[in-house]
């Protein structure tokens, strides 16, 4: 038999049950609440999309050039025996730049005088064979044959010594030809032949910049030489003075590519200006229509769905990203031009595509200012 004491030690109390009960549901109740899920929230890097420009500018480089360019050689061939100026001065009209061996010339300018003087003695001469005919016609000595042949050889004679004057002019000229001048006031840019080198009459000798008004000569491609009519307004900026800004106006468009480079030279005069050199490089900006409207958006932006591409625009109002289909014309340099499926103003998730869903919360500027470029502006 089993004493009452021995039964009662094995029974649990009334409050050991409650405890464990109690104890059961706290530890139900925290699987529960660890059960839930929390809802994710990821950051983004965003651009926006601005309005598409009605235009784009182009720019080209280029040097500073003389409107007026002089390639100088001598009008008569011969070896050159001076130089009197270098690359760099400065010339006025009259300057003699080079000389050329004349001693031939100095020779055929004495032969014109010795012709000369033998075609004046003959004028003489004729002269008064003339005369003399003329007396014994008048004293129907002579007949008028006579006298009219008398008066052909007068004339002949006269004709000889006005060919020889003029021989002996040019012979004086192309002694003059030996030096060679400057027409124009300017400066030397180059010189193309030296002493002791025989040049032919043209040859270039010395180059000279005239002074006046300067331009800058652009090559630009077929593609965008339409662009370029002669009095388009462009804007010329120089390397050596950030600050130096001027108007210039295209003045000569080539009429024909360049058969090595493919590109059109063009002109543009500029304003007179001291501050602006010979031989400076130049940038020519031109502002020109777009020829379809496009706006251009990073290279990371653009996702693909379904064999279609696309982008995820951020809904400002309630921080979401949602898929939407784009047009894309082509791929540059710096991303991708869209010509369909994005507005001014749309928020475009610009990293990250691959993590994004349909809905999914996000964190956009102006919540996580930390994570985006405020200054991505793309147009």
Known sequence: MFSLKTVSNRMPSVASLVLVGAIGIGLSACSEENAEVKEVIRPVKVVEIARADDTRKLDYSGSVKARTEMNLGFRVAGKITERLVDIGDRVMPGDVLARVDATDYQLAVKTAEANLAAAERGVETADLANKRAEQLFDKSVAPKSQLEQAALSHDQAVSQRDAALSALDQAKNQVSYTELKAGQSGIVTSINADIGQVVGSGSPVVTVAVDGEKEVQIAVPENDIADFKPGKTVKASFWADDGLV??????????????????????????????????????????????????????????????????????????????????????????????????????????????????????????????????????
């Open 246 to 379: 001027l108007d210039g106006k295209v003045r000569e468009v080539s009429g024909s590519a360049d058969q090595q480079s493919r590109t059109f030279a063009v002109r543009v005069s500029l304003p007179n200006d001291p501050r602006v050199l010979l031989g400076m490089t130049a940038t020519i900006e031109a502002d020109v229509n777009n020829g379809s409207s496009y706006v251009s958006i990073p290279l990371s932006a653009l996702a693909e769905k379904d064999g279609k591409q696309m982008v995820w625009t951020v809904d400002r109002d309630t921080a979401t990203v949602h898929g939407r289909a784009i047009k894309v014309a082509d791929f540059t340099g710096d991303g991708v031009h869209v010509t369909e499926g994005l507005d001014s103003g749309d928020l475009i998730v610009a990293a990250g595509t691959q993590f994004m869903s349909e809905n999914l919360k996000v964190k956009v500027p102006d919540q996580q200012s930390a994570l985006v470029d405020t200054d991505q502006t793309v147009r």
